[in-house]
């Protein structure tokens, strides 16, 4: 097998792993996503490769949107846009989870900051983008702040949810990966033990958990949405009554995938066996207990939390695993040394509709894999 890393970034940490035979730059996805796609198409058609595997969520959004012009060329992880978009806007996946019973925070979705405000009856109040995933929320603590931060976000990010701050009872996620017939064929479960930010969020030290109330809800919106490919499912337990709210679906690889990893669980090959072959073996037993540090987020963590003396002890409390640090592979512990990966690269605007690649064609870090 040879694998190709494609990037709109010359550092990309791919770029620089042992594993990566060739490296390709591409234009922006989310500032040009036109440009991008025509580049894609480009590629798969001129080049012999079998599969490619979108890694942020946008890139992914713009694969699955014009699978079929691409698909004549290479495999396109699953699902199909209409089942995509239903978890990639949070205001869909909410509104399935409440016609399924699924705890979820109190939300407002209506677009009228003032219906809004008119029907809120406790502060503090979460905003959050309805199309983005793994940016920074906006918490408000009165009516005026809300007024002026929700049409700050809505002109940076489009379409925003307003939400009931949920008090901080534990994060967790359920990462899993299920077949043509939404079935669940791979699991595992995380708890966020340490996160980048104060309200949480980016997690920097995390932990394999059992979680079976979690995995029952998880599993159960994803068959309701008929789901096919890897998701991960997060949850915010509720201080106030123990019971465990719905957040988002990430319908793509998530940041700490290499967890999952280590877990016992490799999703990459799973889901490039199951769109290469259209099956692969169940492994939904999982290691517990198993913990991986991302150290720059360590780092982050440290800037912007007060108690530093508490954040340095934990930095050097030994864990067992760390993301991107391998003996191993050490190119991309080295480059990210002089160019540290940020948290989240979906913070540039972006238009979602490329209808100059559509009529031209009569699709970042994305990792492609092609057989020789």
Same mark, same amino acid.
């Given at each position: 097998?040879?694998?190709?890393?494609?990037?709109?970034?010359?550092?990309?940490?791919?770029?620089?792993?042992?594993?990566?035979?060739?490296?390709?730059?591409?234009?922006?996805?989310?500032?040009?996503?036109? %440009?991008?796609?025509?580049?894609?198409?480009?590629?798969?058609?001129?080049?012999?490769?079998?599969?490619?595997?979108?890694?942020?969520?946008?890139?992914?959004?713009?694969?699955?949107?014009?699978?079929?012009?691409?698909?004549?060329?290479?495999?396109?992880?699953?699902?199909?846009?209409?089942?995509?978009?239903?978890?990639?806007?949070?205001?869909?996946?909410?509104?399935?989870?409440?016609?399924?019973?699924?705890?979820?925070?109190?939300?407002?979705?209506?677009?009228?900051?003032? /219906?809004?405000?008119?029907?809120?009856?406790?502060?503090?109040?979460?905003?959050?983008?309805?199309?983005?995933?793994?940016?920074?929320?906006?918490?408000?603590?009165?009516?005026?702040?809300?007024?002026?931060?929700?049409?700050?976000?809505?002109?940076?990010?489009?379409?925003?949810?307003?939400?009931?701050?949920?008090?901080?009872?534990?994060?967790?996620?359920?990462?899993?990966?299920?077949?043509?017939?939404?079935?669940? !064929?791979?699991?595992?479960?995380?708890?966020?033990?340490?996160?980048?930010?104060?309200?949480?969020?980016?997690?920097?030290?995390?932990?394999?958990?059992?979680?079976?109330?979690?995995?029952?809800?998880?599993?159960?919106?994803?068959?309701?949405?008929?789901?096919?490919?890897?998701?991960?499912?997060?949850?915010?337990?509720?201080?106030?009554?123990?019971?465990?709210?719905?957040?988002?679906?990430?319908?793509?690889?998530?940041?700490?995938?290499?967890?999952? !990893?280590?877990?016992?669980?490799?999703?990459?090959?799973?889901?490039?066996? %199951?769109?290469?072959?259209?099956?692969?073996?169940?492994?939904?037993?999982?290691?517990?207990?198993?913990?991986?540090?991302?150290?720059?987020?360590?780092?982050?963590?440290?800037?912007?939390?007060?108690?530093?003396?508490?954040?340095?002890?934990?930095?050097?409390?030994?864990?067992?695993?760390?993301?991107?640090?391998?003996?191993?592979?050490?190119?991309?512990?080295?480059?990210?040394?002089?160019?540290?990966?940020? /948290?989240?690269?979906?913070?540039?605007?972006?238009?979602?509709?490329?209808? %100059?690649?559509?009529?031209?064609?009569?699709?970042?870090?994305? !990792?492609?894999?092609? !057989?020789?």
């Amino acid at each position: 097998m040879c694998i190709t890393g494609l990037s709109e970034k010359r550092t990309a940490l791919s770029f620089y792993s042992k594993y990566c035979n060739k490296k390709l730059i591409s234009p922006n996805p989310r500032t040009n996503s036109d %440009l991008f796609l025509k580049y894609i198409l480009k590629i798969v058609k001129n080049d012999s490769y079998d599969s490619i595997f979108p890694i942020h969520t946008y890139t992914m959004f713009l694969l699955t949107k014009y699978r079929d012009i691409i698909s004549d060329y290479v495999k396109v992880p699953p699902p199909n846009f209409d089942i995509f978009i239903n978890a990639y806007d949070k205001k869909k996946t909410l509104s399935l989870a409440m016609e399924n019973k699924i705890e979820i925070p109190i939300t407002y979705s209506t677009e009228d900051i003032n /219906d809004i405000i008119e029907n809120i009856k406790q502060y503090p109040v979460v905003i959050k983008a309805s199309r983005r995933h793994a940016i920074g929320i906006v918490i408000c603590y009165n009516s005026s702040d809300l007024k002026k931060e929700y049409k700050k976000m809505v002109n940076k990010y489009g379409p925003c949810l307003v939400q009931e701050y949920i008090p901080n009872g534990g994060e967790f996620g359920v990462y899993t990966i299920f077949n043509k017939n939404s079935e669940p !064929i791979g699991l595992s479960v995380k708890k966020r033990l340490k996160c980048m930010n104060t309200y949480g969020g980016v997690s920097t030290l995390r932990e394999t958990v059992d979680n079976k109330e979690l995995v029952n809800i998880a599993f159960k919106l994803l068959k309701k949405m008929k789901w096919f490919g890897v998701a991960m499912v997060e949850f915010r337990v509720d201080s106030r009554d123990g019971l465990p709210k719905l957040m988002e679906i990430n319908p793509r690889f998530w940041g700490s995938l290499h967890l999952s !990893i280590q877990s016992g669980i490799d999703f990459p090959h799973m889901l490039y066996e %199951l769109i290469s072959k259209g099956e692969t073996t169940p492994m939904l037993d999982f290691k517990k207990g198993v913990q991986s540090r991302w150290l720059f987020g360590e780092v982050t963590r440290f800037l912007r939390f007060s108690n530093k003396l508490e954040v340095v002890k934990d930095f050097f409390t030994p864990v067992s695993n760390y993301d991107i640090l391998s003996l191993k592979d050490p190119g991309p512990i080295v480059i990210s040394t002089f160019f540290p990966p940020k /948290d989240s690269s979906d913070e540039e605007p972006r238009i979602e509709n490329s209808d %100059l690649f559509l009529k031209e064609s009569n699709v970042n870090d994305n !990792i492609i894999f092609q !057989i020789d």
